[in-house]
């Protein structure tokens, strides 16, 4: 037995009965008899649900636009209050379908906004839909705005010059054009600006004066009145350096069998300066450093005879001797048969 007392296996070999006693004929007059009323009511009773189903409320979200009025030509918005406003409103399906975030726009008027933080309340009956569409929940409901006074400021252009090539340096300061701008902006943020900067100016592969056009850095909310862009010249030149040598061997030239003897040891510092081009590639091996033995009087009374060193070298017309120690050496003359 079932749950209300009647058993299944009954049931179905009563509705089998019921089948076996109607004839064919008798089913294809009940479906087929009168088939355009038939269908007619079916389209109808179908029109009737779907008009019914159509005209009942529903809900839905939509974004829309929020729109900033009015704001005092002295003041500026500092944050970044929303844009866009989510709402959730209820229509017919009919409305709902066709409603767009064009059809609401949210405008906020701020004719009366002053320097501080303001917040605004939103409420659902501030918002103006389309007839017959209401609005039942916003968000947010609040909206935050900060503003400042609008100020103007002088500032120096400051160029930001890049690294020159290795052996090269900027000489001078790089001339700027213009060398101040005008700055507006937040009272904020203006009154902490004392400079704006250039973008970088590369100087890689430069070996000579230059001048190029780049644009200035910008700050946020900070506009540059006049134009946002400066002339930077910059006097790039080979770097003047110096070489040291130690120690390099002062020889002996054009004895002529003169006898002597060295009271001073053949040893000599020597010092350099030129471009950086020649003075790195300049080695030991490209200098020469000597006394000439022509300059021995040799009949003199004097036995002691200072020579003066000299110095042979590349590059004469790039680079210059800055130091020579000794600048002499001493030699004592021999007599005739004094050795040996």
Same mark, same amino acid.
């Given at each position: ?28 007059? $009940? ?39 009015? !704001?005092?030509?002295? !003041? ?8 866009? $406003? ?12 066709? $409603? ?9 008027? $701020? ?102 056009? !780049?644009? !200035? ?124």
């Amino acid at each position: 037995m079932g749950k209300d007392g009647y058993n299944l296996n009954e049931f179905v070999d009563w509705l089998k009965t019921e089948l076996n006693s109607w004839d064919l004929e008798h089913l294809k007059d $009940l479906l087929f008899k009168n088939l355009g009323k038939k269908i007619l009511a079916v389209v109808f009773a179908l029109a009737l649900w779907f008009s019914a189903n159509m005209e009942q409320d529903v809900e839905k979200s939509i974004s829309v636009d929020v729109q900033y009025m009015n !704001l005092p030509s002295d !003041l500026v918005i500092m944050n970044d209050p929303p844009h866009t $406003l989510n709402l959730r409103v209820r229509g017919s399906r009919t409305q709902l379908s066709s $409603l767009s975030p064009r059809d609401i726009v949210f405008a906020f008027d $701020l004719a009366n906004a002053s320097p501080g933080v303001s917040k605004f309340e939103i409420s659902t009956d501030q918002i103006k839909p389309p007839k017959g569409i209401q609005v039942i929940g916003v968000s947010p409901a609040e909206i935050r705005i900060d503003t400042d006074k609008v100020m103007e400021k002088k500032v120096s252009v400051k160029p930001i010059i890049g690294l020159p090539d290795t052996g090269y340096e900027v000489v001078g300061e790089p001339k700027v054009t213009p060398s101040e701008v005008t700055i507006s902006g937040p009272r904020k943020i203006v009154s902490q600006i004392e400079s704006i900067s250039t973008d970088l100016v590369s100087t890689t592969g430069v070996k000579s004066n230059f001048t190029i056009e !780049l644009p !200035l850095m910008s700050y946020q909310k900070v506009d540059i009145l006049g134009g946002g862009f400066a002339r930077v010249t910059v006097n790039i030149q080979e770097r003047i350096v110096t070489k040291e040598f130690k120690g390099l061997n002062i020889n002996v030239i054009n004895d002529n069998g003169v006898r002597f003897e060295l009271r001073s040891p053949l040893k000599a510092e020597i010092v350099f300066e030129g471009p950086y081009s020649i003075i790195k590639d300049l080695n030991s091996d490209d200098i020469n450093v000597f006394v000439n033995l022509n300059k021995i009087k040799p009949n003199s009374k004097q036995k002691i005879q200072k020579l003066r060193v000299n110095v042979d070298y590349p590059y004469k017309g790039s680079l210059v001797l800055k130091k020579k120690s000794p600048d002499e050496i001493e030699v004592k003359l021999e007599k005739i048969g004094e050795r040996g």
